[in-house]
């Protein structure tokens, strides 16, 4: 018996990059601010009351859109922060992370020959997940420093075959944001158009120095036509429980589910519980930004006087920082260079673009001890 041989259905796509930098980090002891994740636990409370609700039994199968009470608690939060009722019985799935909800959602609506736009640099999972699909990833490229959206070129972007757009803010990996501005020029790009709008909205309680983030929420034009998706990974330093989830309108959340039940079907049960419990007492995660504002302003004050000049970072836990003054080497030899000879891993800004030249920044993730901030600064300083 010979193994059968099929062709890849996604020939051109390595091993996730966050995969690669955190095994070569590991590899060569590096201090390791490449893979988005904190290196401190998360409170010990939420593992105690994960371990009650397994104590008090709810270790059978969750109801396939989620636990009623963690979709009653969103539904009260993204009302009060941001003006849009959500019916928790018919208008919210909890997904396994908002990797699962990304990839449901892009599967519940994407056929072959549809178009979906995404703005790059992106997240690696979407433009895999449009392929999968049959559907075909149209670029519209955020230029370096900037990284602002040129809506000239969405204007050029938009097909009859447009299905899809996807819209993530804050954004990884440039930490950017869109402004009020933006949203009312996306409504109006839109308008008379049946284009989805997905917005990748993960980091959405991590913002700095005041600022508002415009969930698509906010803009029932929008709104009517969009799926919000969030993680509570990134909110509640638990990146490895993968709980997530998508909010829309009735219509296209009944489409979500019908793949949703046939990707994961439902999601760890006590930790959608518990869950439940901390979105309810602690809707808008309070402190949180205070907290990785202060970690990314103990980031740039530590780098000071190193030959790294520091990009605008207005929410995320991703500093980008570019390399000019140092190289002209392209970012991922770069990257290579400063994990193996300095011992600090970083990700290459290109792992998130395609087609197009990246700019000379590399991207560090500052959800870290700060004594992890502090070695990790005193080698980029000799850099
Ligand atoms: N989108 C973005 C922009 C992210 O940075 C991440 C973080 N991994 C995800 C989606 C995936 O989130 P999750 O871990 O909840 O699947
Ligand atoms: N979101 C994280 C990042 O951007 C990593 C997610 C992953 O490892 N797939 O680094």
Known sequence: MTTPLLPSKLPSTGVSIFSVMTRLANEHGAIN?????????????????????????????????GVQALREALAAKLERLYGRRYDPATEITITSGATEGLFSTITAFVRPGDEVILFQPCYDSYAPAVRLNGGTPVFVTLRFPEYRIDW????????????????????????TMVSADDMRELARVLDGRDVVVVGDEVYEHIL???RRHESLARYPELADRSVVISSFGKTY??????????????AL?????????????????????????????????????????????????LIEGSR???????????????????????????????????????????????????????????AKRDETLERAAAKLRQV
């Open 33 to 65: 601010l490449s893979q988005g994740f904190p290196d401190f636990d998360c409170a010990p409370e939420l593992v105690e009351a994960v371990a009650r609700h397994m104590r008090a039994g709810h270790n059978q199968y969750a109801p396939m859109a």
């Open 308 to 366: 790294f000049r520091p990009l605008p970072c207005q929410g995320t836990y991703f500093q980008l920082l570019d390399h000019s003054a140092i190289t002209t080497e392209r970012d991922t030899d770069f990257a290579l260079r400063l994990l193996r000879e300095h011992g600090v891993a970083a990700i290459p800004t290109s792992a998130f673009l395609q087609g197009e030249e990246p700019g000379p920044v590399l991207r560090f993730c500052f």
């Open 253 to 301: 959340s009944a489409e979500i589910q019908r793949v949703h039940q046939f990707v994961t079907f439902s999601v760890n049960a006590a930790i959608q519980h518990t869950y439940a419990e901390v979105v309810a007492r602690d809707p808008f995660a309070e402190g949180l930004a205070a907290f990785y504002q202060e970690k990314r302003d103990r980031f740039l004050r």
């Open 208 to 210: 700095f120095d005041g």
């Open 237 to 250: 330093h638990t990146t490895g429980w993968k709980v997530g989830y998508c909010a829309a309108p009735q």
């Open 152 to 175: 000239d070129e969405v204007r050029r972007a938009l097909t009859p075959r447009t299905r899809l757009l996807l819209l993530n803010s804050p954004h990884n990996p440039t930490g």
